[in-house]
Protein backbone atom coordinates (compact mmCIF):
# COMPACT_ATOMS: atom_id res chain seq x y z
CA UNK A 1 0.00 0.00 0.00
CA UNK A 2 1.36 2.71 -0.96
CA UNK A 3 1.96 6.22 1.45
CA UNK A 4 0.29 8.87 -0.89
CA UNK A 5 -2.41 8.27 -3.89
CA UNK A 6 -2.47 9.87 -7.11
CA UNK A 7 -5.26 10.71 -9.05
CA UNK A 8 -5.87 10.23 -11.71
CA UNK A 9 -3.06 7.95 -12.83
CA UNK A 10 -3.51 9.13 -16.48
CA UNK A 11 -4.96 12.77 -18.12
CA UNK A 12 -4.96 13.79 -21.63
CA UNK A 13 -5.99 17.01 -22.31
CA UNK A 14 -5.84 19.52 -25.23
CA UNK A 15 -4.13 22.39 -25.06
CA UNK A 16 -5.99 25.51 -23.70
CA UNK A 17 -8.30 23.43 -20.90
CA UNK A 18 -7.38 23.40 -17.38
CA UNK A 19 -6.23 20.25 -15.02
CA UNK A 20 -6.25 19.25 -11.73
CA UNK A 21 -4.39 16.37 -10.12
CA UNK A 22 -4.99 15.01 -6.96
CA UNK A 23 -2.32 13.46 -4.09
CA UNK A 24 -4.30 11.59 -0.88
CA UNK A 25 -2.57 10.33 1.97
CA UNK A 26 -4.67 9.15 5.76
CA UNK A 27 -1.08 10.49 7.55
CA UNK A 28 -0.45 14.24 8.30
CA UNK A 29 2.69 15.36 7.05
CA UNK A 30 4.59 18.32 7.98
CA UNK A 31 5.16 19.69 4.44
CA UNK A 32 4.77 18.13 0.82
CA UNK A 33 6.48 18.25 -2.64
CA UNK A 34 5.93 17.99 -6.18
CA UNK A 35 7.63 17.20 -9.04
CA UNK A 36 7.62 17.10 -12.56
CA UNK A 37 9.65 14.52 -14.43
CA UNK A 38 10.02 14.92 -18.55
CA UNK A 39 10.96 11.64 -20.59
CA UNK A 40 14.14 10.47 -20.17
CA UNK A 41 14.89 12.74 -17.33
CA UNK A 42 14.86 13.05 -13.69
CA UNK A 43 12.17 14.62 -11.51
CA UNK A 44 12.47 18.42 -11.06
CA UNK A 45 11.64 19.83 -8.12
CA UNK A 46 8.22 22.33 -8.36
CA UNK A 47 7.15 23.28 -4.98
CA UNK A 48 7.16 22.44 -1.41
CA UNK A 49 4.09 23.37 0.62
CA UNK A 50 4.48 23.22 4.48
CA UNK A 51 1.35 25.09 5.94
CA UNK A 52 -2.33 23.49 6.06
CA UNK A 53 -4.20 25.48 3.70
CA UNK A 54 -1.11 27.26 2.20
CA UNK A 55 -1.60 28.28 -1.75
CA UNK A 56 1.98 28.55 -3.83
CA UNK A 57 1.33 29.90 -7.45
CA UNK A 58 4.10 28.85 -9.77
CA UNK A 59 3.06 30.54 -13.25
CA UNK A 60 -0.08 28.67 -14.64
CA UNK A 61 0.43 26.04 -11.80
CA UNK A 62 -1.17 26.40 -8.35
CA UNK A 63 -0.53 24.07 -5.65
CA UNK A 64 -2.87 23.58 -2.44
CA UNK A 65 -2.23 21.80 0.75
CA UNK A 66 -4.95 20.79 2.37
CA UNK A 67 -6.15 22.20 5.66
CA UNK A 68 -5.60 19.09 7.73
CA UNK A 69 -2.49 18.48 5.85
CA UNK A 70 -3.00 15.29 4.63
CA UNK A 71 -3.45 16.03 1.03
CA UNK A 72 -2.86 18.37 -1.76
CA UNK A 73 -3.63 19.39 -5.56
CA UNK A 74 -1.89 20.76 -8.69
CA UNK A 75 -3.96 22.58 -10.47
CA UNK A 76 -2.80 24.15 -14.19
CA UNK A 77 -4.59 26.98 -16.16
CA UNK A 78 -4.53 26.74 -19.69
CA UNK A 79 -2.17 24.01 -20.38
CA UNK A 80 0.53 23.93 -22.98
CA UNK A 81 2.07 20.80 -24.57
CA UNK A 82 5.55 22.25 -22.55
CA UNK A 83 3.36 21.00 -19.29
CA UNK A 84 3.53 17.42 -20.48
CA UNK A 85 5.18 14.94 -17.89
CA UNK A 86 4.65 13.28 -14.76
CA UNK A 87 3.76 14.41 -11.99
CA UNK A 88 5.01 12.92 -8.55
CA UNK A 89 4.14 13.79 -5.16
CA UNK A 90 6.41 13.24 -2.42
CA UNK A 91 6.58 13.53 1.63
CA UNK A 92 9.78 13.67 3.34
CA UNK A 93 9.40 10.36 6.07
CA UNK A 94 12.73 11.48 7.82
CA UNK A 95 15.85 13.40 7.59
CA UNK A 96 16.92 11.30 4.86
CA UNK A 97 14.58 9.30 3.09
CA UNK A 98 11.28 10.85 0.29
CA UNK A 99 7.92 8.71 -0.33
CA UNK A 100 7.10 9.40 -3.18
CA UNK A 101 3.43 8.56 -4.63
CA UNK A 102 3.14 6.54 -8.20
CA UNK A 103 2.20 9.68 -10.09
CA UNK A 104 0.35 10.84 -12.46
CA UNK A 105 1.04 11.13 -16.33
CA UNK A 106 0.08 14.34 -17.99
CA UNK A 107 -0.26 14.63 -21.71
CA UNK A 108 -1.34 17.80 -23.32
CA UNK A 109 -2.29 17.75 -27.03
CA UNK A 110 -1.74 20.82 -29.37
CA UNK B 1 27.41 23.85 -12.99
CA UNK B 2 26.61 19.92 -13.90
CA UNK B 3 24.25 19.13 -10.65
CA UNK B 4 23.98 15.11 -10.70
CA UNK B 5 26.12 13.14 -13.10
CA UNK B 6 24.77 9.60 -13.96
CA UNK B 7 26.76 7.21 -16.12
CA UNK B 8 26.18 5.41 -18.15
CA UNK B 9 22.32 6.49 -19.22
CA UNK B 10 21.96 2.62 -20.60
CA UNK B 11 23.23 -0.53 -20.06
CA UNK B 12 22.03 -4.28 -20.73
CA UNK B 13 23.37 -6.78 -18.61
CA UNK B 14 23.18 -10.99 -18.78
CA UNK B 15 21.82 -12.73 -15.56
CA UNK B 16 24.56 -12.83 -12.63
CA UNK B 17 27.00 -10.04 -14.11
CA UNK B 18 28.13 -7.19 -12.11
CA UNK B 19 28.16 -3.67 -12.82
CA UNK B 20 28.68 -0.13 -10.74
CA UNK B 21 26.43 2.45 -11.65
CA UNK B 22 28.36 5.76 -11.43
CA UNK B 23 26.86 9.29 -9.46
CA UNK B 24 28.36 12.64 -8.54
CA UNK B 25 27.27 15.69 -7.86
CA UNK B 26 29.55 18.87 -7.71
CA UNK B 27 27.35 20.72 -5.35
CA UNK B 28 28.69 20.00 -2.24
CA UNK B 29 25.65 18.36 -0.73
CA UNK B 30 25.77 15.63 2.27
CA UNK B 31 22.70 13.91 1.28
CA UNK B 32 22.82 11.37 -1.30
CA UNK B 33 20.08 8.30 -2.22
CA UNK B 34 20.03 5.95 -4.89
CA UNK B 35 16.04 5.47 -6.11
CA UNK B 36 14.73 2.93 -8.48
CA UNK B 37 11.50 3.38 -10.87
CA UNK B 38 8.79 1.05 -11.91
CA UNK B 39 6.25 1.92 -14.03
CA UNK B 40 3.21 2.56 -11.16
CA UNK B 41 5.26 1.93 -8.07
CA UNK B 42 6.86 5.87 -8.30
CA UNK B 43 10.24 6.07 -6.88
CA UNK B 44 11.50 3.45 -4.00
CA UNK B 45 14.85 4.06 -2.04
CA UNK B 46 17.15 1.42 -2.25
CA UNK B 47 20.27 3.07 -0.01
CA UNK B 48 20.89 6.02 1.32
CA UNK B 49 24.09 8.44 2.36
CA UNK B 50 24.35 11.22 5.27
CA UNK B 51 27.87 12.08 4.16
CA UNK B 52 31.50 10.87 3.11
CA UNK B 53 31.74 7.12 4.97
CA UNK B 54 28.13 6.98 6.11
CA UNK B 55 25.56 4.38 4.51
CA UNK B 56 22.18 3.08 5.39
CA UNK B 57 19.65 0.96 3.94
CA UNK B 58 16.09 2.04 1.99
CA UNK B 59 13.25 0.13 1.57
CA UNK B 60 14.78 -2.14 -1.61
CA UNK B 61 18.41 -2.56 -0.68
CA UNK B 62 18.30 -6.52 -1.69
CA UNK B 63 21.25 -7.31 -4.31
CA UNK B 64 22.63 -3.66 -4.18
CA UNK B 65 25.45 -2.48 -2.50
CA UNK B 66 26.82 1.04 -2.10
CA UNK B 67 30.08 3.26 -0.40
CA UNK B 68 30.49 7.01 0.02
CA UNK B 69 34.30 7.35 -0.37
CA UNK B 70 34.03 11.21 -1.19
CA UNK B 71 31.08 13.91 -0.47
CA UNK B 72 30.90 14.02 -4.51
CA UNK B 73 30.87 9.96 -5.32
CA UNK B 74 28.21 7.63 -4.45
CA UNK B 75 28.33 4.49 -7.03
CA UNK B 76 25.87 1.71 -6.86
CA UNK B 77 26.47 -1.53 -7.20
CA UNK B 78 24.76 -4.07 -8.30
CA UNK B 79 26.25 -7.80 -7.19
CA UNK B 80 24.85 -10.62 -9.87
CA UNK B 81 22.04 -8.99 -11.84
CA UNK B 82 18.67 -10.21 -11.97
CA UNK B 83 15.57 -10.05 -14.36
CA UNK B 84 13.61 -8.25 -11.42
CA UNK B 85 16.55 -5.09 -11.23
CA UNK B 86 15.09 -4.18 -14.47
CA UNK B 87 14.51 -0.78 -14.28
CA UNK B 88 15.41 2.92 -14.45
CA UNK B 89 18.18 4.04 -11.62
CA UNK B 90 18.12 7.87 -10.11
CA UNK B 91 20.72 8.93 -8.56
CA UNK B 92 19.84 12.45 -5.92
CA UNK B 93 21.68 14.46 -3.80
CA UNK B 94 20.18 17.05 -1.05
CA UNK B 95 22.20 20.13 1.52
CA UNK B 96 19.56 19.60 4.18
CA UNK B 97 18.10 16.39 3.51
CA UNK B 98 15.22 17.02 1.28
CA UNK B 99 12.25 17.74 3.35
CA UNK B 100 12.53 21.45 2.71
CA UNK B 101 14.46 21.98 -0.35
CA UNK B 102 14.09 18.55 -2.08
CA UNK B 103 15.92 16.62 -3.69
CA UNK B 104 18.10 17.36 -7.38
CA UNK B 105 18.19 14.05 -9.25
CA UNK B 106 20.50 12.97 -12.07
CA UNK B 107 19.00 11.96 -15.79
CA UNK B 108 18.51 8.49 -14.62
CA UNK B 109 20.29 5.41 -15.75
CA UNK B 110 18.07 2.80 -17.95
CA UNK B 111 19.38 -1.03 -16.78
CA UNK B 112 17.93 -3.73 -18.60
CA UNK B 113 19.01 -7.01 -16.66
CA UNK B 114 18.11 -10.28 -19.76
Known amino acids: TQLLEQSPQFLSIQEGENLTVYCNSSSVFSSLQWYRQEPGEGPVLLVT?????EVKKLKRLTFQFGDARKDSSLHITAAQPGDTGLYLC??????????FGAGTTVTVRA | NAGVTQTPKFQVLKTGQSMTLQCAQD?????MSWYRQDPGMGLRLIHYSVGAGITDQGEVPNGYNVSRSTTEDFPLRLLSAAPSQTSVYFC?????????????FGSGTRLTVV
Open chain 2, 92 to 104: ASSQGGGGDDGYT
Open chain 2, 27 to 31: MNHEY
Open chain 1, 90 to 99: AVAINDYKLS
Open chain 1, 49 to 53: VVTGG
